[in-house]
């Protein structure tokens, strides 16, 4: 069994998620936005430590507490997407500069692109490449051996909506929904997809009332 918790960080409500096997107390973070002492709680709490931080993509709302997050945790590898590897260090690049709090967080140890197989904390992923929102954006899917499929997939996909694509980085409503269809929606009904922002839903739900992509 797959274990998932979201915490809602930040002004922006970004959502970080925690996520680990039945048992285990070896847990992925994915997308470590702000909050970082929610965050460290919420693992304190579980017992769990960190084997790595995976990135959907490196807009500043998503890295705000990377970098004292990998301080905690130094030996736990950053999976970032290769088009956004230098985002990490560049505020003008990540958009935080812009909101007037710049981020610069610690390098990636580990390039994502498409179709990448992560294996890490005992747990397997797959990369899934659909640009749109951010040049590098990704989504990370995930098949248990029991329960339902899991979708970490940023700010691709929302429930009832999509990224915004008019960001810099950003490569239009139409390259966005084009990915969704191709690389998303062919998934199983029952996938959870847990977005960058707001709530939960499934790819059976967003492929028949998604009113951008459905």
């Not at 179709?115 to 899917?141: M, R, W």
């Not at 970490?152 to 980085?169: Q, V």
Request: proline letters at 8%; charged letters at 20%.
């Amino acid at each position: 069994m797959l274990h998932a918790l979201g915490i809602v960080t930040g002004n922006l409500e970004e959502n970080c998620y925690i996520v680990w096997a039945d048992g285990s107390t070896e847990a992925i973070v994915f997308d470590p936005g702000w909050d970082e002492d929610v965050i460290l709680g919420a693992l304190k709490k579980r017992g769990l430590n960190v084997a790595a931080f995976l990135l959907t993509h490196c807009h500043g709302d998503h890295i705000g507490a990377l970098k004292p997050m990998k301080a905690a945790f130094p030996s736990a590898p950053i999976y970032v997407p290769e088009e956004e590897k230098d985002w990490l260090a560049r505020p003008t690049l990540n958009l935080s500069y812009f909101y007037g709090m710049p981020i610069i967080a610690p390098p990636g140890d580990v390039m994502i692109n498409d179709g990448d197989e992560i294996t890490v904390g005992g747990l397997s992923f797959k990369a899934i490449h659909v640009p749109g929102h951010s040049p590098g954006g990704t989504a990370f899917y995930i098949a248990p051996e029991s329960g339902a499929p899991h979708l970490f997939c940023g700010d691709i996909l929302f429930r009832r909506g999509i990224g915004r694509t008019d960001l810099p980085g950003g490569a239009g409503e139409d390259t966005l929904v084009a990915g969704i269809c191709e690389k998303l929606f062919p998934l199983q009904d029952e996938t959870i997809v847990y977005p960058g922002h707001g709530d939960t839903t499934t790819i059976g739900e967003e492929r028949d009332e998604n009113p951008y992509c459905g």
